[in-house]
């Protein structure tokens, strides 16, 4: 990541990803016999992908500026609510369709399944003049894949700027996700739906691509990383939680944040995948989505131990 300093400007710019999920905690991910199960409360909580990275990375003290579209209704004024309460600099275009919601199932083992609403039209875009002012004065941007944010590459390609994304549970060949894959610096997406094909599919991210680097991450199995020039993914082992696993919502985007924030202090690759799944670790062991994110001296206290540990 590029970190000349701009003149009151922003060390990440997060672009979309904002939204409420409906956590619905349940026995088993799976419909029980009958018509109706009784569960503990049902909540709400800021949450979607883009939060999870620009308040991650807030917490860890990095100049972050988010944007995005926002209903005017009362998700999205509790999004306004939280980020005051926050600090985070947040700055949005009101939506006629309004905020994005989610409803996870989490089961007993903190294993969830999202079922992400997609309210915004396949053609809604951020307008330019909105975000080029913002994306002038970053030194990177995190760009969420909701499709608002598609136009911004060029742009983002124009100025030189460092850009990353993640993919999520990408099969490795959904033509929406792939623009994004080709498009950024930094390419994060979950091991989950590449069943044997995972160094083929990194391979293709950064070798027809823009990507510098690429990660999958792949839960207890640890994450996988090809990097530019390498001739072999590498993999890195997983850091175990130091608390009781309870909710795993919120996981992948908590390691993007960290692994940036690494990356924005010029650390090795291995210092930005430690100080990831220690993040990712971290916000396993919080109820609900984004609930509690790791600061920069717990995730130095937490790296350490992980060294330590893995000897």
Not at 70 to 98: M, T
Not at 136 to 163: A, C, E, F, N, Q
Not at 214 to 234: F, K, M, N, S
Request: aromatic share 8%; with cysteine.
């Amino acid at each position: 990541m590029n970190t000349t300093a701009h003149e009151g400007g922003y060390d990440i710019l997060v672009a979309g990803g904002a939204g409420v999920d409906t956590i619905v905690r349940v026995p088993e991910l799976q419909v029980p016999p009958g018509d109706s199960l009784s569960v503990p409360p049902v909540r709400d909580y800021v949450a979607h992908t883009g939060n999870g990275v620009a308040r991650g990375a807030h917490a860890l003290g990095l100049a972050t500026k988010f944007i995005d579209f926002l209903g005017d209704d009362v998700q999205g004024q509790q999004i306004l609510a939280a980020y005051a309460a926050d600090g985070l600099d947040f700055s949005h275009v009101v939506s006629p369709h309004g905020t994005p919601r989610g409803v996870n199932l989490v089961d007993a083992r903190g294993r969830r399944f999202s079922f992400y609403d997609g309210r915004h039209p396949a053609g809604l875009r951020l307008p330019r003049a909105f975000y080029l002012p913002f994306l002038k004065r970053s030194r990177h941007v995190h760009v969420s894949i909701t499709g608002v944010t598609k136009d911004m590459y060029d742009d983002i390609h124009r100025l030189g700027i460092p850009s990353s994304t993640d993919l999520h549970d990408w099969d490795g060949v959904d033509a929406h996700h792939r623009a994004y894959a080709l498009a950024s610096d930094y390419v994060f997406l979950s091991a989950a739906a590449l069943h044997g094909r995972l160094d083929a599919v990194l391979r293709s991210i950064v070798e027809q691509g823009h990507a510098r680097l690429a990660v999958a991450t792949d839960g207890a199995a640890g994450c996988h990383v090809l990097q530019r020039g390498d001739e072999a993914v590498r993999h890195f082992p997983a850091v175990p939680p130091e608390r009781p696993v309870v909710d795993s919502n919120g996981a992948g985007d908590a390691f993007v944040s960290a692994f940036l924030y690494a990356l924005a202090k010029g650390r090795p690759v291995s210092e930005c995948v430690l100080a990831g799944s220690v993040s990712g670790a971290f916000a396993c062991t919080r109820a609900g989505t984004h609930t509690e994110f790791i600061d920069a001296a717990g995730l130095r206290a937490g790296c350490a131990r992980a060294t330590t540990a893995q000897g």
